[in-house]
T-cell receptor, first 112, second 116 residues
Framework: DAEITQSPRHKITETGRQVTLACHQT?????MFWYRQDLGHGLRLIHY???????NKGEVSDGYSVSRSNTEDLPLTLESAASSQTSVYFC???????????FGNGTRLTVT | AQSVAQPEDQVNVAEGNPLTVKCTYS??????LFWYVQYPNRGLQFLLK??????LVKGSYGFEAEFNKSQTSFHLKKPSALVSDSALYFC??????????????FGKGTKLSVKP
């Protein structure tokens, strides 16, 4: 079965370090998204991509970057981790705009 | 700007009773509306969507939602709640005219607790 996997599931890092969260999907979807989930805020869009070499900023993109070199992967990089980036991060994919999103199981990131 | 609101942080229901999780929206044109469910330590799962057509939409696990244009609402319902329905529920609207180019905007979520 097709799936979307995130790694690692848990990560603890120190302030100022660069961190990369992996996202890999086997749905062959063009659209991929990164969200962060925080209590009281729901899910907020960080970055998204509509295809290879396409990346776009979302609502809360400051301090984050993504790259899309193939259809399957959209890694999320925190250039210099900050305590405010402690959160649960979800990757998602969809076939096209307006079709349901398929989510990974999330990465819980703690920045100390 | 497009937005979606879930006015209740938590809903408590007894098993076997009907449940309703509320959602209201604000969009410029015709809305694309979605409901997702999140179980502990898992990603969100799609339940149902409304794009056009019948105002009553049926989805997974016996859930349904009623689109009400005059009240700008899209409440999630189930006739008989199960303990296993306990989870976090998110309403979402497709952002057609905002900066995210058709991506989903999520509400803050409603925690549903079903007691035996």
């Amino acid at each position: 079965d097709a799936e979307i996997t995130q790694s690692p599931r848990h990560k603890i890092t120190e302030t100022g370090r660069q961190v990369t969260l992996a996202c890999h999907q086997t749905w062959n979807h063009n659209n991929m998204f990164w969200y962060r989930q925080d209590l009281g805020h729901g899910l907020r869009l960080i970055h998204y991509s509509y295809g290879v070499q396409d990346t776009n900023k979302g609502e809360v993109s400051d301090g984050y970057s993504v790259s899309r070199s193939n259809t399957e992967d959209l890694p999320l990089t925190l250039e210099s981790a900050a305590s405010s980036q402690t959160s649960v991060y979800f990757c998602a994919s969809s076939e096209s705009s307006g079709t349901p999103l398929h989510f990974g199981n999330g990465t819980r990131l703690t920045v100390t | 700007a497009q937005s979606v609101a879930q006015p209740e942080d938590q809903v408590n229901v007894a098993e076997g009773n009907p449940l309703t999780v509320k959602c209201t929206y604000s969009v410029s044109g015709n809305p694309y509306l979605f409901w997702y469910v999140q179980y502990p330590n898992r990603g969100l799962q799609f339940l149902l969507k409304y794009i056009t057509g019948d105002n009553l939409v049926k989805g997974s696990y016996g859930f349904e939602a009623e689109f009400n244009k005059s009240q700008t609402s899209f409440h999630l319902k189930k006739p008989s709640a199960l303990v296993s329905d306990s989870a976090l529920y998110f309403c979402a609207v497709r952002d057609l005219y905002g900066g995210s180019q058709g991506n989903l905007i999520f509400g803050k979520g409603t925690k549903l607790s079903v007691k035996p």
